[in-house]
């Protein structure tokens, strides 16, 4: 923690010297966010991050371009955000803001932080599951969001934007490979013409085992390949109609199942794939002060897991969910006024299958939800008032009882430009997750007997947080204090040395903490020629415990992401040193080879060190740009797990081409 602390300090004396600085628009840089970014997430409808009254952090194009993210996983996690991963080669990711996590085993409606995409279910929560190619840009939102989009969004949602195409021709493609037989490449383009306009991106990974720092292979953590698509296509009439396609799919073959350590079934490994489909049409009529959108999407996810020389002859489990949806709103804006209102349709058909388990599982969920938003703007705009509310009625059809749950959620949130550069903002919201399928059913792991519980009652958060956002001259810095309550939280308890059961906890589990990001560009601020711009975004967890006043598990005390920006465009090099600190969490220990097996055990603590750099080569008017991009990741080597008994790679090599019309 010492080289954290000094970062951190080192970052507040860079800052502290230009508070006085005259407050002026810098001009937005290639690679770094601009000032007043536009937003979808919060409020469903185009506005400025400035307005939100939430919490929002804004990834843009060129950001996710200059860095050789291999998921929507590595990305989050340079923004302060808790990932857990059991391998790199996109298996299994999970996601946690402000502590409360995704499940990354099923689909979203079990994890209770919401992966979206263009403002839609995506069907999982598993973020290695989100296609990266053909992205505008990535939005974090932070804290509860029930109101705005339902079930399953206490800690927050990841919403990815796709791109548009525009009349300006861009295409890119990039090639490279690295350690460990790593293989990778990708292409877009993004155009229009007349009354169409089209983009779209395709993506490939293929990799064999990793090893250790100890330089030891870790048997079954490749991976056949990862190939990811995506397009977006539209046609504009009437000047503000669009009608619009959306497609994208992941598909990962044969990844490897590492399984802990010292207990490595080589023969094991998983398919995961995840495709769908949008109808959209966009409208308006601006000189009313109305737009609209409706929406149709349909998509499935399926997972499936095999060892055929298990020598128990059980390791055969399969599970595939359909989910369609449709989605419809209006919003008006009169003055000080902006009212969104809609409606929400889901349909979820899950079945599963396991070899070693007869109660297999079939389930239907419904849901109908209706909300509306409001957003009152006083004194131009300084004052910025927000609001909403939501129903949802689900019904849930399983072999075992039908259920029905209802929620009402509400929101209020305030933010304040209290200066040209000083936006101060609260936000408080109510939030909750229904039981999911398995909890209520049960299910058997070839190891343990899950014993469902059908009397389940909804998870339900209440978030609170307060900040401020400072964004001036060359510096940008926020920081957020949060609290939520937890309460009639899913786990389970032990019933013997085989069986534990679902149910609710009583009490309420609480989360606290603080969120924060600076950064500083110092060649803008002493006008060189050069971009020099340290940065950090961080989550520090303050207090994280159940009703008995012990440590939640799995959530991390510190996730911590700091770094140094170099960028010398006249040369055209880019560098970027990048560091993630991997907070200690408490996790139970189930390696059955284990001294510590059925214990609490601590992990973390451990900062991993990744440089990356791009060189333009060359450049062509009118031709394009070739460019030579590297990477070292873990560039210490340092031993680290986010995940008990499942160590992450050594340090490792990328090298490449990139060429850029």
């Not at 505008?136 to 079930?151: C, D, F, K, M, N």
């Not at 969910?321 to 409606?343: E, H």
């Not at 039981?435 to 007997?449: E, H, K, S, W």
Request: charged share 20%; glycine share 10%; net charge negative.
């Amino acid at each position: 923690m010492k080289r954290l602390s000094a970062a951190l300090l080192l970052l507040l004396c860079l800052a502290a010297p230009f508070s006085g600085f005259a407050r002026e628009t810098p001009k937005p840089d290639a690679g770094d966010m601009t000032l007043d970014p536009v937003v979808v997430t919060a409020g469903r409808i185009e506005e400025s991050a400035r307005s939100v009254t939430q919490s929002v952090t804004v990834v843009p194009r060129e950001e996710i371009k200059k860095n050789q993210y291999q998921d929507l996983g590595s990305l989050l996690r340079n923004y302060g955000v808790q990932i857990d991963s059991f391998t790199p080669n996109g298996s299994l990711s999970s996601i946690s803001i402000r502590g409360i996590r995704s499940s990354a085993l099923g689909n979203d409606l079990q994890g209770a932080v919401l992966l979206l995409v263009d403002g839609r279910r995506t069907g999982t929560d598993n973020v290695s599951m989100i296609p990266l190619v053909n992205v505008e840009r990535v939005e974090i939102l932070r804290g509860p969001a029930s109101v705005q989009y339902g079930t399953s969004a206490i800690g927050g949602v990841v919403n990815v934007i796709t791109r548009r195409g525009n009349k300006n021709l861009a295409a890119s493609a990039e090639a490279g490979g690295g350690s460990w037989d790593t293989g990778s490449g990708q292409g877009s383009f993004a155009w229009a013409t007349g009354p169409l306009d089209y983009s779209g991106g395709v993506s490939y990974l293929s990799m064999n085992d990793y090893k250790l720092p100890s330089g030891k292979k870790y048997d079954n953590t490749g991976l056949d390949h990862k190939t990811t698509f995506s397009a977006n296509l539209g046609y504009n009439f009437l000047e503000e109609h669009r009608i619009g396609v959306v497609m994208q799919g992941v598909d990962s073959y044969k990844m490897g199942s590492p399984g802990y350590i010292d207990d490595v079934h080589e023969t094991e490994y998983n398919n995961r794939s995840n495709y769908s489909a949008d109808v959209t049409y966009d409208g308006g009529y601006k000189d009313a002060g109305l737009n609209w959108k409706a929406r149709y999407f349909n998509g499935k996810t399926d997972y499936k897991s095999d060892d055929p020389k298990d020598m128990w002859g059980y390791a055969y489990y399969k599970n595939k969910t359909d989910y369609q949806g449709a989605q419809g709103q209006v919003s008006f804006t009169r003055g000080i006024l902006t009212l969104t209102g809609g409606v929400d349709w889901l349909h979820y058909n899950t079945k599963s299958y396991a070899d070693y388990y007869t109660n297999n599982e079939h389930s239907i969920y419904d849901n109908t939800g209706t909300f509306l938003l409001a957003k009152l703007g006083f004194f131009d705009n300084k004052v910025i008032l927000s609001g909403g509310l939501r129903y949802d009625y689900y019904t849930l059809e399983n072999s075992d009882k039908d259920s029905d749950f209802d929620r009402t959620t509400p929101s209020v949130g305030l933010a304040w430009h209290a200066l040209d550069w000083l936006t101060l903002k609260a936000n408080y919201g109510e939030s909750y997750r229904i039981p999911d399928t398995q909890a209520m059913l049960g299910f058997y792991n070839g190891f343990t007997n899950f014993i469902g519980n059908s009397n389940l009652k909804p998870e339900k958060g209440q978030g609170w947080d307060a900040g401020f956002v400072i964004e001036h001259k060359a510096l940008k810095l926020g920081l957020s204090y949060f609290q939520t309550d937890y309460k009639d939280k899913i786990t389970t308890r032990v019933l013997d040395s085989s069986s534990v059961q679902y149910y609710n906890m009583s009490g309420t589990t609480k989360y606290r903490g603080l969120e924060g990001e600076a950064s500083y560009d110092v060649g803008e601020a002493l006008k060189w020629p050069v971009k020099l711009r340290p940065y950090v975004n961080f989550t520090r967890m303050l207090q994280r415990e159940d009703q008995n006043g012990h440590t939640v598990p799995n959530v991390s005390d510190w996730d911590l992401a700091y770094g140094l920006n170099f960028g010398y465009p006249e040369i055209g090099l880019n560098v970027d040193l990048r560091a993630t600190y991997y907070g200690k969490q408490k996790v139970q220990d189930w390696n059955y080879n284990s001294s510590s097996y059925g214990q609490n055990v601590d992990i973390g603590e451990k900062t991993v060190v990744d440089l990356f750099a791009t060189q333009t080569l060359y450049k062509w008017d009118g031709v394009g740009t070739l460019s030579l991009k590297g990477e070292i990741r873990n560039l210490f080597n340092e031993s680290y797990e986010t995940i008990k008994d499942y160590p992450q790679p050594g340090r490792s090599y990328w090298v490449g081409l990139r060429y850029d019309y």
